[in-house]
């Protein structure tokens, strides 16, 4: 059995659970009964989502939708096209001003006592301020959108993450989460998953308080979970994400860094 550890960033993430002790509906007869039930429902850890937010995918666009803090909504109109988008951004600022300049002030006064990169500019970047991204496929015109975690996962050494959709959740998403599994020893980066939209022509919630993904251990399976709130994180997990990503000016060149130091490695 191992632990998994989770180093919250954004300090209004909700904090992952161990799946076994979320409470779902579910048949009744599966939780008497079907242990093979039980047993995928009760894997790992379900995470969610840093905020809550709306889409609505058609032919035509996808649409995005938040609440912001002065109870008004505030929209996008996302064209779906032959060309290929990665920078369709939901900000932490777009929801609430008041809360992003809270973090950014917490943000930029740890980042200040470090080392950075003379082309970034501490007190004008906006350090985790994206929730959520949107990509557009050029091929296919498919949509996917890739929603942050809000922190920093990390496994006992030569372990790895396997993300997936929680299973035996029972409710209509609307999205699937896409599988992924990670060598938390080696990737340093922003954590996030990624979800393609299910419904079309329907408004789909994303809930902040509904498991978004459930996380298992491979090999070993997660046997424990330990949270660390923002106030408590160190200076080096804080650190880790932005070395590892901003401040590395090869970080978006092909096949992408993490793919990279895998290949390098074998």
Same mark, same amino acid.
């Given at each position: %059995?191992?632990?998994?550890?989770?180093?919250?960033?954004?300090? *209004?993430?909700?904090?992952?659970?161990?799946?076994?002790?979320?409470?779902?509906?579910?048949?009744?007869?599966?939780?008497?009964?079907? *242990?093979?039930?039980? /047993?995928?429902?009760?894997?790992?850890?379900?995470? &969610?989502? +840093?905020? !809550?937010?709306?889409?609505?995918?058609?032919?035509?666009?996808?649409? =995005?939708?938040?609440?912001?803090?002065?109870?008004?909504? $505030?929209?996008?109109?996302?064209?779906?096209? !032959?060309?290929?988008?990665?920078?369709? &951004?939901?900000?932490?600022? !777009?929801?609430?001003?008041?809360?992003?300049?809270?973090?950014?002030?917490?943000?930029?006064?740890? @980042?200040? #006592?470090? $080392?950075? +990169?003379?082309?970034?500019?501490?007190?004008? &970047?906006?350090?985790?301020?994206?929730?959520?991204?949107?990509?557009?496929?050029? !091929?296919?015109?498919?949509?996917?959108?890739?929603?942050? =975690?809000?922190?920093?996962?990390?496994?006992?050494?030569?372990?790895?993450? &396997?993300?997936? *959709?929680?299973?035996?959740?029972?409710?209509?998403?609307?999205?699937?989460?896409?599988?992924?599994?990670?060598?938390?020893?080696?990737?340093?980066?922003? %954590?996030?998953?990624?979800?393609?939209?299910?419904?079309?022509?329907?408004?789909?919630?994303?809930?902040? /308080?509904?498991?978004?993904?459930?996380? @298992?251990?491979? +090999?070993?399976?997660?046997?424990?979970?330990?949270?660390?709130?923002?106030?408590?994180?160190?200076?080096?997990?804080? %650190? #880790?994400?932005?070395?590892? *990503?901003?401040?590395?000016?090869?970080?978006?060149?092909? +096949?992408?860094?993490?793919?990279? /130091?895998? =290949?390098?490695?074998?």
């Amino acid at each position: %059995m191992t632990s998994l550890r989770f180093h919250q960033i954004y300090p *209004h993430q909700k904090m992952p659970v161990l799946a076994k002790d979320f409470q779902v509906v579910a048949p009744k007869r599966a939780e008497l009964f079907c *242990h093979p039930f039980k /047993e995928a429902k009760n894997a790992g850890c379900y995470f &969610f989502s +840093p905020i !809550d937010f709306e889409f609505k995918l058609s032919e035509q666009q996808l649409q =995005l939708r938040v609440k912001k803090d002065d109870g008004n909504f $505030k929209l996008w109109d996302i064209s779906i096209t !032959d060309e290929s988008s990665n920078n369709n &951004f939901i900000l932490l600022s !777009d929801i609430s001003e008041q809360k992003s300049n809270a973090c950014l002030s917490q943000y930029r006064q740890r @980042i200040a #006592k470090e $080392k950075v +990169p003379d082309f970034i500019n501490v007190d004008s &970047f906006g350090f985790y301020e994206v929730m959520v991204n949107v990509f557009l496929e050029k !091929d296919s015109q498919q949509v996917f959108l890739q929603i942050w =975690l809000g922190g920093v996962l990390e496994t006992e050494q030569s372990e790895s993450i &396997f993300i997936k *959709h929680p299973s035996n959740v029972l409710s209509d998403s609307g999205f699937i989460c896409l599988d992924g599994i990670i060598d938390s020893s080696k990737w340093k980066g922003w %954590m996030a998953v990624v979800i393609k939209p299910t419904d079309k022509e329907c408004w789909v919630k994303v809930s902040s /308080e509904q498991p978004l993904c459930q996380i @298992i251990g491979i +090999p070993t399976p997660i046997s424990s979970l330990e949270t660390f709130s923002a106030e408590n994180v160190e200076t080096d997990i804080f %650190m #880790k994400p932005i070395q590892w *990503h901003l401040f590395d000016e090869t970080y978006n060149r092909k +096949p992408g860094k993490y793919q990279r /130091e895998l =290949l390098e490695k074998r």
